[in-house]
Structures are given as structure tokens and as C-alpha cells.
């Protein structure tokens, strides 16, 4: 059974960081390219960031591209998005996603506000 949780956000003020967590069980996350995606009120979801299996390649929207840094540590199952310099339009609900895994969790709400 595929468990996805996302954790690690809440209310920060602009120039703030974040560190979101993404634990997951039942399927082998280490083979897996991650994905960070994010949705913004009455927007459609968008990607932010991707991490290949190995953590060999990253890429990165060019919206956060120079703030937000992913990475993983397979030896735990866990995947994170260091987010620095944060701006009010990065508020957003944030979603970790993997290739082939059809399986979405509940995300962890992240608000930008002063």
C-alpha cells in the first residue's frame, strides 16, 4: 500500500525559509524520479522541481530556480525541498510526486505572508 506525507510547511514571513519532507512507503523510492509540484488558490497544479532516481540530475522552475533547492536521501525513503527567500506568491499547497506512482497525498500548505 503506497503511503505519501508531506510535511514541513506553515506560515512564514517573505525572505523566510522552509524545509518540506516527503515520506513514503510501499513501492521502492529509491528507482523513482520525485517531483515537487504545488497549487496555488483557484490555480492549476504546477511542477517546482525534479530529482532524478540517483540525485545525479535537478531541475528546477524557473520561478524558484536559485531559491528552492530538492534533494533525497534513499537510504530513508525521504524526499525534501528547501525552500529559501521565500516570496508571497510561493504560498501554495505542495505536493510530492512519483514517477509511475499513481498516488497523490495531501500536501502540506505553505503561506508567504508578512
Known amino acids: 500500500q503506497v503511503q505519501l506525507v508531506e510535511s514541513g510547511g506553515g506560515l512564514v514571513q517573505p525572505g523566510g525559509s522552509l524545509r518540506l519532507s516527503c515520506v513514503v512507503s510501499?513501492?521502492?523510492?529509491?528507482?523513482?524520479?520525485m517531483t515537487w509540484y504545488r497549487q496555488a488558490p483557484g490555480k492549476e497544479r504546477e511542477w517546482v522541481a525534479r530529482?532524478?532516481?540517483?540525485?545525479?540530475?535537478?531541475n528546477y522552475a524557473d520561478s524558484v530556480k536559485g531559491r528552492f533547492t530538492i534533494s533525497r536521501d534513499n537510504a530513508k525513503n525521504v524526499g525534501y525541498l528547501q525552500m529559501n527567500s521565500l516570496k508571497p506568491e510561493d504560498t501554495a499547497v505542495y505536493y510530492c510526486?512519483?514517477?509511475?506512482?499513481?498516488?497523490w497525498g495531501q500536501g502540506t500548505q505553505v503561506v508567504v505572508s508578512s
Open positions: 510501499g513501492f521502492t523510492f529509491s528507482t523513482k524520479v
Open positions: 530529482i532524478s532516481s540517483a540525485s545525479s540530475s535537478t
Open positions: 510526486k512519483f514517477r509511475n506512482v499513481d498516488y
